[in-house]
């Protein structure tokens, strides 16, 4: 057993699609509280979360039906073969699409934020040329997916043989779209961090939204792993007994078991980059957490007992005393301000030195 297994592919496919839930409630709310309008971003996003739902589910339903999660051992029978190749044929399609809104989600959101009112900066040109690499790698590796093998896509879950003989490369297809995707990812990683640096942000403020654009960074790992894995397979073929992936062994005719670790890190790799991915827009809720209201509430703390103790020898005096206190300990609760009108404080700050990138 590995710790691919029915347990751990279940997990991930019930954890990722309620935390794609909640991310995708927590930035709606954000649009419709501080921006008021539907940005290129705040559409693409919609199809990015419904693919990674319905991934999770397609997860949890194979794990239970052990078309995933499995062994498949001591060799693979025509029934499962049919089974795990029309799930994989299903699976890698989503998957192009899943990621490709998720990227392109990241880079309209750049745009938004960075653009400001300049035409034909340097972050224009990138930015635009980066949106151009991942619409064409989503088209070229989705055609590849869908017509791997021509017009009959069954040949591909006949039989191992058949993939391998009638169908193009497919193992070194994958292989290659993980890697132009970690490219990819790469690229977005960098983007913000050049422009945010030539920011009219104080150093502070600027160290606050490098942080939060890093974190794109464990979509990176995640990409990176699942490349790993397809590279892996591909040097290894089949000219040994076992496969060696990612740490884990695993007999060559056990077919289950080695896409189930590729399907694992792939949808590991579509769960972490959605989160990234609405991860800026819903970090301008941070800003509605007052320190200082808190503290000032826990500092008070002590005087409400003190109050409360005293209640039972004078009871009127007391109770209009408390009301007073309680006005003023209180006092200091967040009113968020109306920002319909206005835009948000970091995205002003942001486009008011984009214009100088």
């Known amino acids: 057993m590995t710790y691919v297994n029915k347990e751990s592919v279940t997990a991930i496919g019930i954890i990722f699609p309620v935390l ?39 997860m949890v339903i194979g794990a239970q039906m052990q078309i995933i999660g499995d062994h498949s051992l001591p060799a693979i029978t025509a029934k499962e073969q049919h089974q795990l190749g029309k799930f994989e044929y299903a699976f890698w399609i989503g998957h192009v699409l899943d990621i490709g809104f998720i990227k392109l989600t990241l880079l309209f959101l750049f745009r938004r934020v960075f653009k400001g009112h300049a035409y034909r900066t340097p972050f224009d040109y990138a930015n635009w040329t980066l949106i151009i690499l991942v619409l064409t790698w989503t088209v070229v590796f989705l055609c590849f997916e869908i017509f791997a093998c021509g017009i009959h896509p069954s040949v591909s879950w006949a039989s191992l043989t058949s993939l391998r003989t009638q169908c193009v490369d497919t193992f070194s297809m994958q292989t290659g779209c993980a890697a132009f995707s970690w490219v990819l990812d790469i690229a ?5 961090l050049f422009v945010i640096s030539s920011l009219n942000m104080s150093l502070r403020r ?35 007994q076992y496969d060696h992936v990612l740490g884990t062994i695993l007999p060559l005719i056990d077919q289950e078991g080695i896409v189930s670790i590729v399907l694992f890190w792939t949808y590991i790799e579509i769960g972490v980059g959605f989160q ?28 409400v007992l003190s109050l409360s103790k005293r209640s039972g020898s004078s009871r009127s005096d ?18 968020p301000k109306d920002s319909s009108d206005q835009p948000y404080d970091d995205e002003y700050e942001l486009i008011q030195g984009s214009n100088r990138v």
């Open 20 to 58: 794609t839930t909640i991310s995708l409630a927590v930035r709606t709310y954000g649009c419709r509280s501080f921006s008021g309008k539907l940005e290129i971003d705040d559409i693409l996003v919609v199809p990015a979360a419904l693919l990674t739902i319905a991934a999770g589910v397609a």
């Open 318 to 335: 007391t109770s209009k005393g408390n009301t007073e206190g309680s006005q003023r300990i209180w006092a200091s609760t967040y009113q």
């Open 276 to 303: 990234v991915a609405c991860l800026p827009p819903c970090a301008r809720h941070l800003d509605e957490v007052s320190l200082t209201g808190v503290m000032s509430r826990l500092r008070s703390l002590p005087s």
């Open 206 to 240: 600027k160290l606050q939204v490098s942080v939060v654009f890093l974190l794109s960074t464990f979509a990176v790992v995640a990409g990176l792993l699942r490349m790993i894995v397809w590279i892996q397979i591909q040097v290894q073929g089949t000219k040994h």
């Open 188 to 192: 977005i990683l960098v983007e913000p």
